[in-house]
């Protein structure tokens, strides 16, 4: 919805000694300008500077930002929507006495917090990152949605050493003179150096919420608080994480009604039409998008018809226009299709990379650039289906750890340690039913792993050697191991996994009861799994990828039913298999659609949102891929070269080694892209009139 910058000095010696200057401040908040075109206004005082570009869908007339206090000393900027602010207000009003100006969100927020303190937060109903502070600059106090939609970063002083932030904690101390924060990192004026650790950890797929690839950069994780008062040698600040795990046990005795679950998700999609301009809705052929486009259609009715918006591919493999259109006119709507090739991909990859500021190999970011792009020419925001596959387990690699799970409680081995490997030899694959379940069902992925959005073969190699280098079960091991060897050769990379131990388990364990020690329990592999995959890769990596970035891009606001308080509250007490049962995903969504739609719109399997693979010799070239690693001081001699020529002595028939290395060299070039983006801030240039034709087809 928005975008912000600012920075809070702890007096002036700090100020003085902020390198790039109010200049370079006013300079770098320019690069969020893609987050809102409604208005930009500034406050620039003696330790406090703030700029915020508005994207306005409440209050359009009163609601600009930033936002001064009823009392005149505290300052917000903000960023998303809060859905249930107006039924907070009551409340505000009777403990604080407070008159509200506008209808706002905004000011519901500054006056709620300045009313009931930090537990505020927990009433709060939205996709949001925000940050408050009094206008003296002595206290501060940033906050971001439980899911973490909505992005938020600080740059720390010198002082603070980001590897604090990589394990675990309920909450962080330290001091800092200043704190520059950001809707983006590109909007954080101090330069940007490379923290090799960090790097490495994003370029092999080991996300983590805090700690980001950059030096003295961190962003609060989901759910999380960061306050900060000035003391006398810099601001104190504690940041306190979101303990809430995803779910709380594998095995509860009762699953959720259809009629709850629908009940929960009409609530949420009701709830993301809060809105002054009009809205539209994403759809692709899976069940996510038709859920959510169902309920917005039962909410709405049939006076008018809603815009749909679809992307279709030039290679069938990733194209789902058939079956989108098909459930478009089923529903009604207006559907509007885009269609894409490889040299719009090739075109939009910079842009997509830069807006996302992400190291990671996929592409499909690409193709969600040129969806914003479209809608943003119809409507101001979309509802999407983000979060349904994390909270609801629709990936594979879900699948893949219940299959594991089944297979060593088959074995009566509920406490996997270092000699499972023995184990699978006393009773090897084959022995039981279930043991070729995976195998059979999804054989098709190893023709293609890109295309199917798996990266594991389904021996149960990834899980045994995981278990030996992380002490976890993790399913996409295979890949990571792979990518991390081509980097750094294999023995260094099996050390560099083992010091990466202590911090991986505790994100897997992270506000569990027990979580440390149930680590090797199979029966507990699923729910670990997904609380780590909803911690770490949902707000790092698809969020920023495939969500609020890729719209963002384009100045279009995407609301995310699935990531609604009332479905977390929901899940959170199910078993693995209301969500995952055998090899079938997304059970109780499943279930509860069949109930209400045909069934050829709830029985087709799901497809994973991708785009091929761009190993395009006009990004190597014009970003200098090819002594990359060297400028960023990754890589340990082992260059660019390297990953290609790994790619070229890797037999044809080793689909999924070829697929690791594959993603390696599409992960350098998106490294290449940031280096001269974000680091160089050289941004990448628009091609308006290319754009232009393809948004006519």
């Not at 993603?663 to 754009?691: C, F, K, N, Y």
Request: neutral net charge.
């Amino acid at each position: 919805m928005c975008g912000f910058s600012g920075v809070v000095f702890a007096g002036d010696r700090a100020r003085d000694a902020y390198d790039p200057r109010l200049d370079g401040f006013r300079r770098a908040a320019l690069r969020v300008a893609h987050r809102g075109d409604t208005d930009q206004r500034k406050s620039i005082g003696r330790l406090l500077w703030l700029n915020h570009f508005r994207l306005a869908f409440q209050d359009v007339a009163a609601g600009a930002q930033p936002m001064v206090s009823a009392s005149g000393d505290h300052v917000i900027v903000f960023n998303g929507e809060v859905y249930n602010h107006l039924g907070l207000r009551p409340a505000i009003e009777r403990q604080a006495g407070v008159r509200f100006r506008t209808r706002s969100d905004t000011e519901t927020l500054i006056e709620g917090w300045l009313a009931f303190g930090d537990a505020f937060f927990e009433r709060l109903e939205g996709e949001y990152a925000l940050v408050i502070a009094s206008l003296d600059g002595t206290r501060l106090v940033a906050h971001r949605d439980r899911f973490g939609v909505k992005p938020l970063f600080f740059a720390l002083g010198e002082e603070v050493g980001t590897r604090r932030f990589s394990k675990f904690q309920r909450s962080y101390g330290f001091r800092s003179p200043r704190l520059e924060f950001a809707s983006e990192i590109k909007g954080i004026a101090s330069s940007k150096t490379w923290c090799r650790d960090g790097l490495l950890r994003q370029f092999t797929g080991l996300f983590e919420p805090i700690r980001t690839p950059f030096e003295g950069i961190i962003q609060v994780p989901p759910g999380g608080v960061l306050s900060a008062r000035r003391g006398a040698g810099g601001f104190d600040c504690r940041l306190m994480t979101f303990t809430e795990p995803v779910r709380v046990a594998p095995s509860n005795p009762d699953v959720a009604s259809e009629e709850a679950f629908e009940a929960a998700m009409r609530a949420s999609v009701s709830e993301r039409l809060l809105s002054d301009v009009e809205l539209g809705v994403y759809l692709s052929g899976g069940i996510d998008s038709k859920a959510v486009a169902f309920e917005l259609s039962r909410a709405m009715g049939t006076d008018s018809a809603l815009k749909s918006f679809t992307i279709g591919f030039e290679h069938q493999g990733y194209d789902e226009t058939d079956e989108a259109l098909d459930y478009a006119r089923f529903l009604g709507f207006d559907p509007r299709v885009v269609r894409i090739d490889g040299p719009a991909l090739d075109y939009s990859y910079p842009l997509a990379v830069h807006t996302s500021e992400l190291v990671q190999p996929f592409t499909n970011g690409a193709a969600k650039w040129w969806l914003s792009l479209f809608a943003r020419e119809h409507v101001l925001g979309v509802l999407t289906g983000d979060g349904a596959d994390e909270v609801l387990c629709g990936y594979p690699s879900y699948r893949y750890v219940n299959w594991w799970k089944h297979l060593l409680v088959k074995r009566g081995r509920r406490m996997p340690t270092a000699d499972i490997g023995a184990l699978l030899e006393t009773m090897p694959l084959g022995r039981f039913a279930v043991d070729g379940l995976y195998a059979r069902r999804f054989a098709a992925h190893g023709k293609d792993p890109w295309l199917s959005g798996s990266s594991a073969e389904g021996s149960g190699d990834d899980f045994i050697r995981s278990l030996d280098l992380l002490g976890v079960q993790h399913p996409l091991f295979g890949q990571i191991h792979s990518i991390a060897a081509s980097l750094l050769g294999r023995e260094a990379a099996d050390a560099w996994l083992r010091a990466q131990a202590d911090s991986v388990q505790s994100w897997f364990a992270a506000g569990i009861e027990d979580g440390a020690a149930r680590l090797q329990d199979p029966l507990w592999a699923l729910l670990l799994w997904q609380n780590y995959f909803a911690r770490c890769h949902l707000p790092v990596l698809i969020l920023n990828w495939v969500g609020d970035r890729m719209e963002m891009a384009n100045t279009l606001e995407g609301r995310t039913p699935f990531l609604s308080n009332g479905l977390r509250r929901l899940i959170q007490a199910q078993p693995d298999r209301a969500l995952v049962l055998g090899l079938r995903d997304k059970v109780l969504l499943r279930r509860t659609y069949r109930r209400l739609l045909p069934d050829r719109f709830v029985s087709i399997p799901k497809r994973q949102f991708n785009a091929p693979l761009l190993n395009s010799e006009r990004l190597i070239s014009d970003y200098a891929v090819g002594g990359v690693f060297k400028r960023v001081g990754l890589g340990d001699g082992r260059g660019f070269q390297t990953l290609q020529a790994d790619l070229d002595s890797t037999p044809r028939d080793d689909t999924y080694t070829r697929a690791h290395i594959g993603s390696s060299i599409q992960t350098a070039i998106a490294l290449g892209i940031l280096q001269h983006t974000l680091v160089e801030e050289q941004e990448p240039e628009r091609d308006t009139g290319l754009e232009a034709r393809y948004l006519a087809s």
